[in-house]
């Protein structure tokens, strides 16, 4: 990680990096589990269920991400942005662990509206705080590198999990994905006495050193 990124950026990087590893194996084995696991009648059941899985997951973030994104903004400090971000992943951490128990199509659709709540929770705090400390003269090369690590994160996950899968089966992968998801949690702790909770508004985002 450059060391031109401050302390909070690379936190919030490095978070992201193991959040998006974990949830990344996810993807090449999700219809699978479901066909093999979910009791539908047939495999085109099985892409139906799938589909539906992510209409479910995409409409709850998207119908809640806008009232919370206005109500972290009305609130001052970051505390309230901290601690969505926090309870949020935290709580992306059990929709894999809700994937091992699940046999029914329902289970998969409440599992992913509440992941999608969750993501909800997670990225306009998440983006708060990244926009506000991103150092001065350096937004480009700050999001850039961002988006380079999620880029590593996804690509390298993707073929882990598959490899995974095919070896060790679902229930390991989904267990992955939760011990990674947490350990994005822990690590977004560190920030936690850097985050100003007092004034959300007073600049803070620190100046390039010449």
């Known amino acids: 990680m450059p060391k031109l990124l401050n302390k909070i950026i690379r936190t919030l990087i490095i978070s992201e990096f193991f959040l998006n590893s974990g949830w990344g194996m996810v993807s090449p084995v999700f219809a699978i589990f479901i066909v093999k696991n979910i009791a539908v009648a047939n495999p085109s059941g099985a892409v139906k269920v799938a589909g539906f899985a992510a209409l ?3 409409m709850t973030k998207s119908i809640l991400q806008i009232p919370i994104g206005r109500y972290l903004d009305k609130n001052h400090g970051e505390k309230d942005d901290f601690w969505f971000m926090i309870i949020g992943t935290f709580m992306m951490a059990f929709v ?3 994937y091992l128990i699940s046999s029914q199509p ?3 659709y409440a599992l992913q509206m509440f992941y999608g709540m969750a993501a909800a929770m997670v990225l ?3 983006a ?5 400390h991103i150092n001065k003269g350096k937004e480009a090369f700050t999001w850039s590198t961002y988006s380079t690590f999620l880029g590593f994160a996804m690509g390298i996950s993707g073929g882990i999990g598959g490899i995974m899968g095919s070896f060790f089966g679902f229930n390991v992968v ?3 994905v939760s011990a990674f998801t947490m350990l994005a949690v822990l690590l977004l702790l ?3 006495n850097d985050i100003s909770f007092r004034n959300k508004k007073a600049p803070r985002i620190p100046l390039e050193k010449k």
């Open 128 to 132: 708060a705080i990244f926009t506000r």
């Open 106 to 108: 329902w289970h998969i």
């Open 174 to 176: 989904f267990i992955f």
């Open 96 to 98: 894999p662990l809700g």
């Open 124 to 126: 306009p705090s998440f």
């Open 56 to 58: 479910f997951f995409w």
């Open 190 to 192: 560190i920030i936690k």
